[in-house]
């Protein structure tokens, strides 16, 4: 089957799991989870993956109960989904169960859509990764030419980052600024942390004025962009960029939480909501899925062009870091990986794929209290599934 096939097969397979108001539950102890509940076939799963199914399940029911806030997770292999299930809840005022079709904010893991984007109009020559950004942002020029495309999407390009003095000017512009307030603010500082390509530094301002280069250049927002060109396309349906009314839709979105299992504590909006590009989209495992294995083809940028996004970033002095475009890479068991997860507002995400295993977890959750994280979570889930069925 092509890739765009496999995709098609799994949008259906989402819609058939997003209709359904049953979501999946976590057992109350390893052994009593029925495992026909949180399969992406709801007539039972047939993909030989069942114990490690219900592992994981079991697993996920070590910190998160049905009465607490929770998460959902996807892993899909070989194009197909072989596991997915959503735990605890989605609004505890109202009581509403997460299920499968839930939006959470993917915080960084849109880093790797803001790189995609980059890399669609490169394909079609509107920009180069060696360029310049100053050539697309006239008010960055005086920082030289050093300070290139390639290196803000490495994060090596001596930019600072939102705690390097630039929230408090950003906010005394205004309650609620945007990417272009941001752009005044960096067009004001005096140098770069360190020269462009001599260290690596993660810099979200970087990612952020990336979406201002791909508007310019597109002649689109940054949401525009990538809800035409990337989700329209793959049929993801329940996936938005912000500033976005969407984010507030209870019956939509999972709420985050903050705090302690004793004492949660409700996040709403921010007042970084207006900008994007580093951390802005909502989206569902389901969608999450039509986009991974978008990658795997020709869909959005050829093959060939994906693959530049998985090499790691060169450094003036010869070395390397383990970062490409919007991507953390690493190795699993000897087997390369490209990840990303995120934090914010309450909301912790992770997504990592073994590209030749055609393997991929997604771990969203609505909590950032409570959880294991070392190692990333997504790796603890895709343990389960290192032997073949």
């Known amino acids: 089957m092509t890739t765009s096939g496999r995709i098609v097969a799994l949008a259906t397979v989402c819609l058939l799991v997003a209709c359904s108001d049953a979501p999946a539950r976590p057992p109350d102890e390893p052994g009593s989870y029925d495992d026909r509940d949180s399969y992406a076939d709801p007539a039972g799963d047939d993909s030989g993956y069942h114990l ?13 109960t049905p ?3 929770g998460g959902a997770a996807l892993v899909v292999k070989d194009g197909a989904i072989i596991h997915q299930a959503a735990y605890g809840l989605a609004d505890l005022e109202q009581q509403t169960p997460l299920t499968t079709a839930h939006a959470f904010h993917l915080a960084s893991m849109s880093k790797q859509m803001t790189a995609l984007s980059i890399m669609m109009l490169a394909e079609q020559q509107k920009l180069s990764y060696d360029d310049p950004v100053g050539r697309y942002l006239p008010e960055l020029q005086k920082f030289g ?3 290139t495309i390639r290196r803000m999407l490495n994060h090596t390009s001596g930019l600072p980052d939102y705690s390097d003095g630039v929230m408090e000017p950003l906010m005394k512009r205004s309650d609620h600024p945007t990417n272009d307030d941001l752009l005044q603010v960096i067009k004001r500082k005096r140098k770069l942390l360190y020269p462009p390509g001599d260290q690596s530094y993660y810099s979200n301002v970087g990612y952020d ?10 002649g689109m927002t940054f949401p525009e962009f990538v809800q035409t060109r990337i989700f329209d396309v793959l049929g993801m349906t329940h996936t938005f960029s912000l500033p976005n009314d969407a984010r507030m839709a209870r019956d939509l979105i999972a709420l985050s939480y903050t705090g302690s299992s004793d004492e949660p504590e409700v996040y709403r909006s921010d007042e970084l909501d207006g900008i994007y590009g580093s951390g802005s989209i909502y989206s569902t495992i389901g969608d999450m899925a039509l986009y991974d294995e978008a990658l795997y083809g020709d869909v959005l940028v050829s093959r060939r062009a994906y693959a530049e996004a998985l090499e790691p970033a060169m450094l003036n002095d010869g070395s390397s870091d383990p970062y490409g475009f919007g991507l953390e890479l690493g190795q699993w068991h000897g087997d390369a990986y490209a990840a990303h997860s995120g934090a914010w507002l309450g909301f912790n995400t992770d997504y990592v794929r073994f590209p030749a295993r055609h393997l991929s977890v997604i771990v969203l959750l609505n ?9 990333r979570i997504a790796l603890q889930v ?4 290192r032997a073949e069925p």
Not at 367 to 375: A, I, L, M
């Open 145 to 147: 030419d050093a300070l």
């Open 67 to 69: 009465e607490m806030p």
């Open 209 to 218: 004025l990336l979406a201002i280069v791909i508007e310019r250049v597109s």
């Open 367 to 375: 909590r950032d209290y409570d959880y294991p994280d070392d190692p």
């Open 382 to 385: 895709a343990e389960f599934y």
């Open 52 to 64: 490690a199914n219900a592992q994981v399940d079991a697993w996920f029911a070590r910190f998160i």
